[in-house]
């Protein structure tokens, strides 16, 4: 682990030519070192400036006289810093050369260079963030996307760790019950206690999946997410393809068996970047070429996130129809019934009750609006997500997914009548679990791995 309690010294800008460059101090000789390089025209001291003030004045080689910059140099003083210790902030002019020559001359004086995130790392060890606000920090600058920044700045302010505690907080109460009667082993829990104790731990759990699965939403805003259209020939695959792109992107024409090949193009749908698929359409064939086709047609439904089932209004349901609706029953399937703008002729009771149909027309346009919602609301299950707090770490939601399994464990240790010790012990698993998230329970392997991932400087 690394030493805390030395000074330690960063650029804190990116290198380059700008306006401002800034070098950071943090230590207990934070204002020590700088004293020594600091000269005020109006000879202000640094150690007697008022916190979160700013002194003008130059930056001066000790040994050599020699003048290196005009700066402002912020004066920051313990508690009440980033790191929580005395910090100063030396803005130079905003060449690499000053800043660098600046760094030096404090390294030189005894402050260490910083290593990545270790000024976050120390505002976590001193108690001003936890781990899951620290990790927000380098998930802001990193954030790319309006939604994205947004999230990361919630977590920052602590909308997870908030969330996070209020479960562990439900959660040790029911450990504490437990334990008590681990020191009288001839009480018994009464069922009533018990049932009370299952529910307890089956909310907590209901709570933990919900937050798991924001996980999944998140990654869809990021990674994006694939929509396979798929259905017998002719029923309008490509055209609707078409319409969603709002250019003739695939051949259309009235001979079933058109498309052979899948067809992928790119949509954003409100912020959510979906790759769309037009597949072959599937039935039985001699053709060499389209039972390939038929072959990725299936290929593309094992892959898609959304399938998008399509079906001609204005025909009976065919052998094929029934085909493709028994390879996507089990699949995130939307039923589109289309060519909605001819005659009817498909009873209704002809269809799985259990998917939702929207119903359009690739040729006039009519229902489309309906389905892009329908597509975003089938991905985005909005009733999952947590009060607003979404799992953005791969960390969190792995430690997240632990503590249900744990808390299954309890349950079931509790059903079982298992001694009091070994319910307790799961219980604390889950509870441990938990602490990872927000640093309560951590290792130096985690620290090193979180932190490491930083800037240098932040
Ligand atoms: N009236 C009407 N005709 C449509 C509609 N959508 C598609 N069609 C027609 O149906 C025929 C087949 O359309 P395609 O888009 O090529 O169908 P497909 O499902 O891609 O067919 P394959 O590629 O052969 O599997 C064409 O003649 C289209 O003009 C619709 O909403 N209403
Ligand atoms: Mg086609």
């Avoid at 020699?66 to 060449?95: F, Q, S, W």
């Avoid at 997410?225 to 969603?244: D, E, T």
């Avoid at 889950?430 to 979180?450: H, P, Q, W």
Wanted: with cysteine; aromatic share 4%.
């Amino acid at each position: 682990m690394l030493e805390l309690d030395d000074t330690i010294a960063a650029i804190s800008t990116p290198l380059g030519e700008g306006a401002i460059g800034i070098v950071r101090l943090s230590g207990p000789r934070a204002f020590d070192i700088a004293e020594r390089i600091f000269i005020s025209p109006k000879n202000k001291s640094i150690s007697q400036a008022t916190s979160h003030s700013m002194l003008y004045g130059f930056i001066v080689n000790p040994d050599t006289q020699e003048t290196i910059d005009e700066v402002l140099l912020t004066v920051l003083k313990a508690p009440n810093t980033y790191t929580r210790e005395d910090m100063v902030e030396i803005n130079c002019h905003g060449g690499v050369l000053a800043v660098r020559k600046v760094l030096e001359l404090v390294l030189g004086l005894g402050a260490r260079l910083a290593e990545p995130g270790e000024f976050t790392l120390r505002a976590f060890v001193n108690g001003r963030i936890d781990l899951s606000q620290a990790e927000a920090t380098a998930d802001l600058i990193k954030a790319k996307t309006e939604r994205s920044s947004k999230i990361a700045l919630d977590q920052l302010k602590g909308s997870l760790s908030n969330k996070i505690k209020t479960l562990r907080e439900s959660l040790t109460e029911v450990v504490v019950h437990i334990e008590a009667y681990i020191d009288f082993p001839e009480e018994e829990l009464d069922l009533e206690t018990e049932d009370k104790l299952i529910n307890r731990l089956k909310t907590i759990k209901e709570e933990l999946q919900k937050l798991s699965l924001t996980y999944e939403e998140a990654r869809f805003y990021r990674d994006g997410v694939a929509v396979a259209i798929v259905g017998r020939p002719n029923v309008g695959k490509s055209s609707l393809l078409n319409r969603l792109m709002q250019q003739d992107r695939a051949i259309v024409t009235e001979i079933p068996g058109t498309t052979r090949d899948v067809i992928e193009e790119y949509l954003n749908l409100e912020g959510l970047p979906v790759r769309i698929m037009d597949t072959a359409g599937i039935r039985k064939t001699h053709d060499l070429a389209e039972a390939e086709g038929v072959r990725r047609s299936l290929q593309a439904i094992e892959g898609a996130d959304l399938i998008l089932a399509l079906l001609d209004l204005s025909q009976p349901l065919t052998e094929e129809d029934r085909f493709m609706l028994d390879k996507v029953r089990h699949k995130n399937t939307l039923l589109v019934l289309n060519k909605a703008d001819l005659k009817a002729q498909l009873p209704l009771s002809d269809l799985p009750d259990e998917i939702q149909k929207v119903r359009i027309s690739a040729k006039t346009g009519d229902g489309l609006d309906e389905l892009k919602k329908a597509i975003l609301r089938q991905i985005i299950k909005k009733e999952i997500s947590s009060e607003g707090v979404v799992i953005t770490n791969m960390r969190h939601k792995l430690a997240i997914d632990r503590a249900v399994l744990a808390i299954t464990r309890t349950i079931d240790a509790i059903k079982d009548k298992a001694p009091y010790e070994i319910i307790a012990l799961e219980a604390r698993d889950a509870l441990n679990s938990l602490g990872e998230i927000i640093g309560e329970v951590t290792t130096d392997d985690i620290l090193n791995r979180i932190f490491s991932s930083f800037c240098i400087g932040k």
